[in-house]
């Protein structure tokens, strides 16, 4: 895996040393000597890491990570500090910055390997996340989300899995009040537990009774509800290569004993932050999907989704030599609904309509609204003669019984005129739509409150 890596030293050996090392591993790096430069090449999105030395003259590695995670367009970018400083207090204060890990001086090559790799694959993740974010963002959905340093980081639901009863009491002494900690010792159970509950990080002793810390951590990044959950090692100084191991797996991040508890205080609020930022990120994806495919009167598809799927459907079947049916519907006189009673009233019967199609059609049948009184539902692997006998199903049932109006005040009589139409191994939405179109023509003009294929 490789990634862009900018490194920042003002001391031109140190900036050569880091070079060469990540140029034989097909990183590319970029350089920076000073603080200014270091966020200029940041804010224009060239570099996916940053390892910034601490001891700068001017503005300091300290001073450069706060202000890149006070920016919302760079607050993602992981940051590595590359200090000779390794007092607790030190990395304390580039935690609180914001910064990612500490590698100290002289620097191990496998250590900053581990750790770039790791950094990379987050990052690429989140890329991607980004990515499909901005992508639905210019559907309509909304433009702007807060920066991962926005959160306190507090309050975070932890599991700790860790059966030593003086790790356990450290750990509980250091977060009690600032987070919702919870305690497993048996390491399967704490498997069951996670798959079942939501927790916004894992803390994982390598230090287990009888059980391999790691094994945990990959058990938790392989099972679908944890795999996104960040995972934080406990480790003992002799636990160097499990933890390069652990990187590996996807571990995000790791302390050693003896725990200092503000620096595990300040990592914990690092993860929780990162971890409600991507399922921030999540949640406002979905939300603007549903805003930009989604009727919010009704809740079905709009006409936009049909059109990213409708082509696929006919696609498949042509492949397939199998029909696709399309069923186009349209409520009689809705006119009169909403000139008579109201709007409300014309919003209450649509939305009725569509609950009544929903259950009148099968599963795998994808009903949209076309817009106004207008709505299609296209059918897989369905000739015609089923195709019309689904549609009668639709029109009986919204003629069987009057909709509610007024919240129950009142009920008037509904009906629907349909159309069907089927493939004939043809991969043209548009003509199929407008085969079925020109039945539901047929079926208003001939009366309404009936059915009619196209038979071509």
Known sequence: MTARVLVVDDLPPNVKLLEARLNAEYFEVLTATNGPDALAICARGVCDIVLLDVMMPGMDGFEVCRRLKANPETAHLPVVMVTALDQPRDRVRGLEAGADDFLTKPIDEVALLSRVRSLARMKMSLD??????????????????????????????????????????????????????????????????????????????????????????????????????????????????????????????????????????????????RKRYTDALRSTLQASIELALVDMLTGLYNRRYLELNLARLLDAGAQSARPVSLMVLDIDHFKRVNDTWGHDAGDDVLRAFANRVKIAVRDRDLVCRLGGEEFIVAMPDTDLATAAAIAERVRGTIEAEPFAIDKGARYIPVTVSVGLAQSMGEIDPAGLFRRADKALYRSKSEGRNRVTYDAA
């Open 128 to 273: 991607e996340l980004r990515g499909r974010y901005n992508t639905a963002a210019s559907l309509g959905g909304p433009n702007a989300i807060a920066s991962p340093m926005a959160d306190s980081g507090e309050q975070g639901r932890i599991l700790l899995v860790d059966n030593r009863s003086s790790s356990v009491e450290r750990i509980t002494s250091a977060l009690r009040g600032r987070h919702k900690l919870e305690i497993e010792g048996a390491p399967q159970q704490a498997i069951f537990r996670a798959a079942e509950e939501d927790y916004e990080l894992f803390i994982v002793s390598l230090a287990l009774n009888d059980f391999d810390g790691l094994r945990v951590a990959s058990q938790l990044r392989s099972l679908e509800r944890t795999r996104q959950t960040p995972i934080l090692l406990l480790a003992d100084l002799e636990d160097r290569a499990s933890v390069l191991r652990g990187l590996e797996l996807g571990v995000n991040d790791y302390l050693a004993r003896p725990i200092d508890p503000n620096e595990l205080i300040a990592r914990v609020r690092t993860q929780v932050r």
